[in-house]
């Protein structure tokens, strides 16, 4: 996709994609949406699937950079670099709105090797944060928590906020972070031997 | 809904809802599934919206039991119950997989009162979690966290579950809720003074 026109299908598409979901989203629907006849649009892209995937592969690149990111530095604090990893990743989701709900939820209407990838892809950006925390479990400064469900709820926590945050609302991407990486850190930081233990049933 | 067929209905409805979204599910789609003629339909239900609402409400009454019971024996510790209610999140998610996909993410369908019915029991039943975590901070139990901002995270935790978790695989709703409850309450629970802090930028 290189034409101006493209680009503009593309924003169509994302916004009907996020609005409608994309299997109640119409070829005709984003033709409409750019004022053009739908057999016009495949002089611009290839299929509504393309579309898809152009939108996921763009959110994606932002996160797997945002990954790569936390995981660069080893010198840094664990803890510091999951404070990065959890405030880059809400401003990534608060800066694409609608891209980013259709990264998280519309995926699963790709098939075949489109949908292989997406998966692929996830289980990296996953495993990019399950390598941090076992960093930080291996050096002490995380107590000794399962690193694959710990990535698990961080992930949740930060992932559902597409359904709930509003950039335009009191709190900034990076306030929001900041919350959120207080709660879990405490929660996976190595607690002092004499604090008292939590019951449990 | 009384009639047999309407259950038959209801429960193919769901099926269509959570695999292909309420917008892309027509009316012949939900007859075919359960081998009646399109217009046959409306001998057992009024509307697609009528059905949704239907989904809607039967998994809504069941995470609202869920708060109530946590709310009720205020003698507990707010972290059993805390654990209680997390655990039985999951577990209503694990039973109910398909009408819990469609409750949390199809709602969005839905228009004027039924929308504000919604969003009302969602908010009754966060605001339901808020309290039992201010009753927490209140007794001491908990460290004083905004109560809004944890809230969002544990349902954030228990919500996204809806996206992977699959009830046939090594975890229980149990054993999942347990390692997600001592995540987030290692994470509220009043820290020991004397516990390490955690570097911030």
Redesign the interface.
């Known amino acids: 996709m290189t034409s101006p026109k493209s680009g503009e299908i593309l924003a169509a598409a994302m916004e009907l994609f996020s609005r409608?979901?994309?299997?109640?989203t119409s070829m005709r629907d984003i033709a409409d949406a750019v004022g053009l006849q739908p057999g016009s649009l495949y002089a611009h892209i290839r299929s509504k699937e393309d579309l898809l995937v152009g939108i996921i592969e763009q959110v994606r690149e932002a996160f797997l950079q945002n990954g790569e990111s936390a995981l660069a530095d080893t010198s840094e604090?664990a803890?510091?670099r999951l404070?990065r990893f959890i405030a880059s990743h809400l401003q990534i989701i608060a800066d694409n709105r609608a891209s980013a709900e259709v990264f998280l939820?519309e995926w699963k209407s790709l098939e075949g090797e489109h949908l292989d990838e997406v998966r692929a892809n996830r289980d990296r950006y996953e495993g990019m944060l399950v390598s941090l925390l076992q960093e930080g479990v291996n050096s002490g400064e995380f107590?000794n928590?399962?690193p694959h469900?710990?990535a698990?709820?961080v992930?949740?926590?930060?992932?559902?906020?597409y359904t709930?945050y509003r950039p335009d609302g009191p709190l900034s991407a990076s306030d929001?972070g900041?919350?959120?990486t207080?709660?879990?850190?405490?929660?996976?930081?190595?607690?002092?031997r004499?604090?008292?233990r939590?019951?449990?049933?």
């Open positions: 409608k979901g994309y299997a109640a604090p803890a510091d404070r939820h107590r928590v399962d469900l710990t698990v709820a992930l949740s926590v930060v992932n559902w906020a709930w929001l900041d919350h959120f207080d709660l879990m850190i405490s929660g996976i930081a190595q607690p002092n004499s604090a008292r939590v019951s449990r049933r």
